[in-house]
């Protein structure tokens, strides 16, 4: 079997994981490199950095197992892939497994954390500005606010244990009936309503509207925090800054943003152009999920998926 590890094994060796699997090439490629080779392989282990859709799958004439070490699937055109018959694995397929993984609801925490307290602020005014003076960049105390989880799956569960550790009030929010385990399942409406704090954890593919647009921005109570570590396509990016400018908002913070899938280059998302200019805006480069931790248990349980379901 030839493999194509789109990680380099030298800056994630967990990655080694799949060489128990065939010959394997580890290669951080770009969408050239896809056109002029794609063919030649019989597993895939797609990177984020290149969105592979139906014009790059219908060149994988070998192509039989497309696995990605993510839960996310918008970095491929999953239904191309399985209408040529090729098989594709994600995390999703192991629930048990994403238990053991904490990483983005800890970063979804380290986010609501320097919004709420206005750390670039801070930071900046000693670094930047070589100042002492903080009475101006005061922040917000956790304990009694409320959070607002938009979608209750296994990170917005994580988050809204996080939210109980620190006193705070939990509104739930998921397409699915649920009972919250702590906070208060509502109505999308009361919760952009209600919550000081609201948190996106919602699952997103490409085509579908995005869930924080103008209109939701209109609802939200007046000088909220705005965090996304879920996909970029989830927020109206332009109607977002708009509400942060207009005082709607009073920060925002993200870890993804649109048109990620450029290769590595810096996304083209008016959030993070803004960023650079704005200290109320947070962005993280879509690294929510990536610690040694994560990437150890997921590469080696990925591997393991593949070796039972390979031709």
Not at 72 to 85: L, N, Q, T, V, Y
Not at 182 to 209: E, R
Request: glycine content about 6%; hydrophobic content about 45%.
């Amino acid at each position: 079997m030839n493999i194509l590890v789109g990680w380099d094994v030298w800056e994630y060796p967990e990655a080694s994981a799949f060489r128990s699997l065939g010959k394997c090439d580890f290669v951080r490629y770009d969408k050239d490199f896809l056109r002029r080779h794609i063919q030649a392989y019989d597993i895939l282990i797609p990177n984020l950095d290149v969105r592979i859709g139906r014009a790059l799958l219908r060149k994988a004439k070998r192509l039989r197992i497309l696995a990605t070490p993510t839960t996310g699937i918008d970095h491929f055109d999953k239904e191309a892939a399985e209408s040529m018959g090729i098989q594709v694995l994600s995390l999703n397929d192991d629930p048990e497994l994403l238990l053991r993984i904490t990483s983005t609801a800890e970063h979804t925490w380290l986010l609501i954390l320097a919004a709420a307290r206005r750390l670039r602020r801070a930071f900046d005014r000693v670094i930047a500005q070589g100042s002492w003076h903080n009475t101006d960049i005061r922040g917000r105390q956790l304990r009694d606010l409320t959070v607002g989880i938009v979608g209750y799956g296994r990170i917005g569960r994580m988050v809204e244990n996080y939210a109980r550790a620190f006193g705070m009030k939990a509104l739930i929010h998921d397409p699915k009936p649920s009972m919250a385990a702590y906070g208060k399942t509502v109505a999308m409406n009361a919760l952009l309503a209600q919550s000081d704090i609201i948190t996106l954890h919602a699952k997103w593919l490409p085509g579908q509207p995005p869930v924080i647009d103008a209109g939701a921005l209109k609802k939200i109570k007046t000088g909220a925090i705005l965090v996304n570590t879920s996909r970029g396509g989830l927020v109206d990016a332009k109607a977002v800054l708009a509400a942060l400018r207009s005082g709607k908002l009073a920060s925002v913070a993200v870890d993804v943003a649109c048109e990620e899938y450029q290769e590595a280059r810096l996304p083209r998302d008016p959030l993070v152009r803004a960023a650079r200019t704005n200290p109320d805006i947070i962005v993280t480069p879509h690294v929510a999920g990536a610690t040694f931790d994560a990437h150890r248990v997921v590469f080696h349980a990925l591997a393991r998926m593949v070796r039972d379901r390979r031709p």
